[in-house]
């Protein structure tokens, strides 16, 4: 936990085709943190869309960041672009580099791989992508969350709510983090339990991983082609 006294500058990244609950879950917890500022950052001033058309405005440019305490990298089919867009990935590696926290959703962890923060570390990410993990040099875990150092990683979509309560516990204590989840009245009862590829249906997992099975073949070559850049060789 950081001292309660210290101001928090916390960030996430904005870009066109993101999944905006990757952005707007963790959102809900990261701009409830205490004695902490939250702002949003694109390259450019520019409103995008998210993956199914919801528009989003940014608050500020990356070049307008300060060093930031706690950066969130969403996920979402925008990643794509992301991964081989230097001055993003600059970016992201130059925050990191001063963060006390980074927190990923999603396919987020892929766009913080192709930054080469991933190398060495256990990661998880979107069930779809998990497979994609080793080739930036991760260790794939199946889990909702993973934590690694400074590292905070959230598997897909909703998830990104369960990884911003434990960056936020991180940052400022368990009660604190209780407090923001009470203030939310995050208390999920799913009406099924098909969250996940192992508790899915047979006929739900296979319809899934079919609508998927386009995104996944293009991210599957984005990230051999990005891995082998950064010589990440899986084992």
């Known amino acids: 936990m950081i001292d309660s006294e210290r101001h928090l500058q916390i960030g996430s990244l904005l870009f066109e085709g ?3 609950i990757d952005l707007t879950g963790p959102f809900e917890v990261l701009s409830r943190i205490p ?26 440019t990356l070049a307008e960041a300060p060093q930031l305490d706690l950066l969130h ?4 089919y925008g990643q794509e672009a992301l991964m ?14 001063g963060a006390l926290c980074v927190l990923s959703v999603c396919t987020g962890a892929l766009v913080c791989g192709a930054a080469g923060l991933l190398a060495g570390r256990r990661a998880t990410t979107h ?39 434990t960056a936020a516990a991180q940052l400022r204590g368990d009660e604190a ?14 009406p099924f339990d098909a969250g996940t590829p192992a508790r899915a249906p047979e006929a739900v997992s ?19 082609r990005v891995g082998a850049r950064l010589g990440v060789t899986p084992g």
């Open 35 to 60: 004695n902490a500022t939250y702002r949003i950052y694109a390259k450019d001033r520019e409103p995008v869309r998210d993956v199914r058309g919801l528009r989003l405005s940014p608050d500020a």
């Open 177 to 190: 983090a209780q407090v923001i989840q009470l203030y939310m009245e995050y208390a999920p009862e799913p």
């Open 73 to 76: 990298v969403p996920g979402g």
């Open 206 to 224: 296979a319809r899934a991983r079919a609508g998927a099975a386009e995104i996944t073949a293009r991210r599957e070559a984005t990230a051999r």
């Open 18 to 20: 993101l999944d905006q």
């Open 127 to 165: 069930w779809s992508a998990h497979h994609l993990l080793p080739l930036f040099g991760a260790t794939a875990v199946d889990a909702r969350v993973v934590v690694d150092g400074p590292m905070v990683f959230a598997a897909g979509v909703t998830a990104g709510i369960d990884g911003a309560l």
């Open 84 to 97: 081989e867009d230097e001055a993003v990935l600059g970016w992201i590696r130059d925050q990191a580099a």
